[in-house]
Nanobody, 123 residues
Framework: QVQLVESGGGSQQPGGSLRLSCAAS????????MGWFRQAPGKKREGVAG????????YYADSVKGRFTISQDNAKNTVYLQMNSLKPDDTAMYYC????????????????WGQGTQVTVAS
């Protein structure tokens, strides 16, 4: 079973940057997508960004377009989320996920989830 391990969270001031990493175990042959989701206290989980491991147009939530970039290193089974121009509204627990997806913005398409990494944006 695929295991996902996130890293790179932390605290940052508004306007700053953070990069999250998600390393997947080797047995990812049955999965075709990886993505990032986030959940803030009292709010629903939302899709942030997603990518098909075979390439194609990535998905970004409107709230992060132009600020966040998802990328992948297939040789390392790793996906990254570069977060720039951070805002306090970006504060949340960020989860890496993988699955056999048709859509990249639907969390029920993702069947493997990491433990999450906290991102806090505050002055």
């Amino acid at each position: 079973q695929v295991q996902l391990v996130e890293s790179g969270g932390g605290s940052q001031q508004p306007g700053g940057s953070l990069r999250l990493s998600c390393a997947a175990s080797d047995d990812t042959y049955s999965l075709n997508c990886m993505g990032w989701f986030r959940q803030a206290p009292g709010k629903k989980r939302e899709g942030v960004a997603g990518v098909y491991t075979g390439g194609g147009v990535p998905y970004y939530a409107d709230s992060v377009k132009g600020r966040f970039t998802i990328s992948q290193d297939n040789a390392k089974n790793t996906v990254y989320l570069q977060m720039n121009s951070l805002k306090p509204d970006d504060t949340a627990m960020y989860y890496c996920a993988a699955g056999a997806c048709v859509r990249l913005d639907a969390d029920d398409e993702f069947t493997r989830w990491g433990q999450g990494t906290q991102v806090t944006v505050a002055s």
